[in-house]
């Protein structure tokens, strides 16, 4: 006999803020914990699964020195010097970089970890320029559109714990796109409690220390 998973439902800006939390404990600089929450975010408004994939993500980076997994984007393709590229960094990257995409440049990366968790770069990329991105890993394709997406290839692959090349490009066609749930997410209650744990190292006790280094920098923008 099989064991039967319990999950929860959470809303989406809990996953947001969580996983910002989450992201902040395992050492990345706010900036990208606020990329983080909002790719867990976006995902799981489409029923994927981005706050599991970004746990596994953030587990990952915990015991290694992030700065190694930041691409270098003047190279092509891009890559990072030791690690793993990071798709977090990556994405907000690549987002930064679309109005170049518009004018047809495409953007590859080599070996990328969890390649979904960029898509969301894309995917906000395609609501500001109301014109369609795609990102391709294997045999799959995630077109972007302002209010919607279309998953083609293999789910398995999809969730992909790590790809050899990412490209990036603007355009992408969907007969049928998945449009965004604007309720909450049904979450593993296990995974929900691991992003939580996390978070929760964000609440320390105060101290002279602490309160000396609550600057701009620790500003939450719940």
Not at 83 to 103: F, H, K, Q, T
């Amino acid at each position: 006999t099989g064991t039967s998973t319990v999950s929860s439902t959470v809303t989406l800006s809990e996953i947001e803020a969580t996983v910002r939390k989450a992201a902040r404990a395992v050492g990345l600089d706010w900036g990208i914990c606020e990329e983080a929450g909002k790719s867990a975010r976006w995902l799981a408004a489409f029923g994927l699964p981005g706050p599991d994939l970004m746990l596994k993500h953030l587990l990952y980076i915990e015991s290694r020195d992030y700065k190694t997994m930041i691409p270098d984007c003047k190279q092509s393709p891009w890559r990072s010097p030791s690690e793993s590229v990071c798709p977090i960094i990556a994405g907000a990257a690549i987002s930064d970089r679309s109005v170049y995409m518009l004018a047809d440049k495409e953007y590859v990366l080599v070996d990328v970890c969890y390649p979904l968790l960029m898509v969301a770069a894309l995917g906000q990329a395609a609501q500001i320029h109301k014109t369609p991105f795609s990102v391709r890993w294997l045999n799959v394709t995630v077109n972007c559109f302002e209010n919607g997406i279309h998953v083609e290839g293999s789910r398995e692959e999809l969730f992909s714990e790590n790809v050899a090349s990412v490209n990036c490009r603007h355009g992408g066609y969907s007969v049928s796109q998945i449009p965004p749930s604007l309720l909450a997410y049904s979450i593993d209650e296990t995974v929900w409690e691991e992003i939580s744990k996390l978070a929760f190292r964000t609440y320390v006790p105060a101290s002279e220390e602490s309160r000396a280094g609550a600057g701009a920098g620790m500003i939450d923008n719940d």
